[in-house]
């Protein structure tokens, strides 16, 4: 079977983010299964600017806009801050919009509570309905962050080897389904190529 493109994108652009040990595992989970070719994204990739906003200026950023227009699914890793999504993850969201339709999307959630980003995926499910995603149900809730990774970002908790499975199986499932459906059932949403 064809590989899926899955990529990764982290949310926040915080300078002592710990997220960042969530989703640089996670990416190497997926790089050890065949079916999956990904690519990482971080929020601080994207310098965006103060004075304009969304999709008239995704063409800034060719990378992004064409990763997302190749991709079969999306991961999204994000911090909990005041049990809501980061401003920064927003931004980089909006600069798209057709180009998500009929994808997958799943999230990991990263708190320093107990938890682990519940709060931030559920204000997230709406938001992502808007631009055409479709949510997985299997999410991946780190609590605690700054326990069940090292200061060097190594995974302590091994159970999370076999929850990062499930959550991968149910996107891939997901996202194969929803790429036959893409490839065979016509919408008016869907589109191929850059506009
Ligand atoms: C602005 C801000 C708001 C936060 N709000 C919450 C929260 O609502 N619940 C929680 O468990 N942790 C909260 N935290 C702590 C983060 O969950 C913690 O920093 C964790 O490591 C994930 O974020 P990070 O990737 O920025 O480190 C907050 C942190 C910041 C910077």
Redesign the pocket.
């Known amino acids: 079977m064809d590989k899926l493109f899955l990529p990764v994108l982290l949310g926040?652009n915080?300078k002592?983010?710990?997220?960042?040990h969530v989703a640089k595992w996670l990416v190497g989970e997926m790089e050890k299964r065949p079916e999956i070719e990904t690519r990482f994204f971080e929020a601080s990739d994207f310098a965006l600017p103060h004075d304009d906003y969304g999709q008239e200026i995704k063409d800034l950023f060719p990378e992004w806009r064409d990763t997302i227009i190749r991709a079969d699914g999306l991961v999204i890793v994000t911090?909990?801050?005041?049990?809501?999504y980061?401003g920064s993850l927003k931004a980089v969201l909006d600069l798209l919009l057709r180009e998500y339709v009929h994808k997958a999307v799943a999230f990991a959630g990263?708190?320093?509570?107990?938890?682990g980003?519940t709060?931030?995926i559920e204000a997230m499910v709406p938001m992502v309905r808007e631009l055409g995603l479709a949510v997985t149900f299997s999410d991946l809730n780190f609590?605690f962050?700054?326990k069940t990774f090292d200061a060097e970002g190594k995974l302590v908790d091994q159970a999370f080897e076999k929850l990062a499975k499930d959550f991968l199986d149910e996107l891939i499932w997901m996202s194969r389904t929803l790429k036959w459906g893409r490839k065979n059932v016509p919408s008016k949403f869907h589109q191929s190529k850059a506009s």
């Open positions: 926040t915080r002592k983010r710990n997220s960042v911090p909990e801050y005041n049990h809501g980061p990263v708190s320093a509570g107990p938890w980003g709060r931030v609590p962050v700054q």
